[in-house]
């Protein structure tokens, strides 16, 4: 396995990167960011990606790129698209990223690569049995893993709960959109995960996503019986989830 990738994470409204070091799961660059291209077309965000690697100090010609991305992702083909163009829905998105940025590519679900750095590096380390990432954006962002092996793809942000997609009630886009307090968000978010429990019964739930660093606002007014704990890598765990898939599927 390769000691340094590079870890992109492709949002709705920014894409960042930076060099990382695998074996020990830590940035070696600044976070470069850039906000996402009005649109959000193939073309345009592969040529911001370039444009970040070539910002980023340390890296040589072979190195492997991870790529996350707010889709599922089946073999290098992005199936969905949420905040970004229709465009890449049953697109080869692998392809699409070593053809503009000449190098091996492994693109993948953001909430799965954010699950694989707490899992490794964080939260999860050394967690058996049922683990669920949860990442609280834009959207929800689930992953499953089980006895560290992750289930791909698994798309729970969006259960249908009363009749609604309840990522747009308890996302914190939704919080911010709906000027929510702590306690009505709070709510909702013991609505959603009493219903991800109800369903799965997981040993332990991980919550991440930029807003996991007000985590004493929300966490302790869940009651479950799963264990519930903040994510560790919080803004930096998808960059290093995908540079790590990137490392271990290449060999330099
Ligand atoms: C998408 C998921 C993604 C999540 C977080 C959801 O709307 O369907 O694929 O992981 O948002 O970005």
């Not at 990738?5 to 949002?11: H, L, Q």
């Not at 332990?204 to 704990?229: D, M, R, T, W, Y």
Request: charged share 25%; aromatic share 6%.
């Amino acid at each position: 396995m390769a000691r340094k990738a590079i870890g992109i994470d492709i949002g709705g409204t920014g894409i960042k990167g930076a060099l990382v070091d695998v074996r020990k799961g830590e940035l070696l660059s600044e976070r470069v960011k850039f906000a996402t291209p009005e649109g959000g077309r193939p073309e345009d965000i592969a040529e911001v990606v370039k444009k970040i690697i070539a910002t980023l100090p340390g890296v040589s010609r072979g190195m492997a790129v991870g790529i996350c991305f707010p889709a599922v992702v089946q073999h290098g083909r992005t199936m969905s698209a949420a905040n970004v163009s229709k465009e890449w829905i049953g697109f080869d998105a692998d392809a699409h990223f070593e053809r503009v940025l000449g190098r091996s590519v492994h693109v993948l679900n953001d909430a799965d690569a954010a699950g694989v750095a707490e899992m490794r590096f964080g939260a999860g380390r050394r967690r058996r049995g049922l683990v669920m990432m949860t990442t609280l954006g834009t959207g929800i962002g689930t992953a499953l893993f089980m006895d560290g092996k992750l289930v791909p793809n698994a798309e729970l942000g969006h259960l249908e709960i009363g009749g609604v997609d309840y990522e747009t009630k308890a996302s914190f886009a939704a919080k911010e959109r709906e000027n929510l307090d702590w306690d009505s968000w709070s709510a909702r978010l013991q609505t959603y995960y009493a219903t991800l429990e109800r369903l799965f019964s997981p040993d332990l739930i991980i919550v991440g996503g930029g807003v996991s660093k007000n985590h004493q606002e929300f966490l302790p007014k869940l009651k479950l019986a799963a264990e519930i704990v903040p994510a560790q890598k919080r803004n930096n765990a998808g960059i290093l989830g995908a540079a790590w898939v990137a490392a271990d599927k290449h060999y330099d």
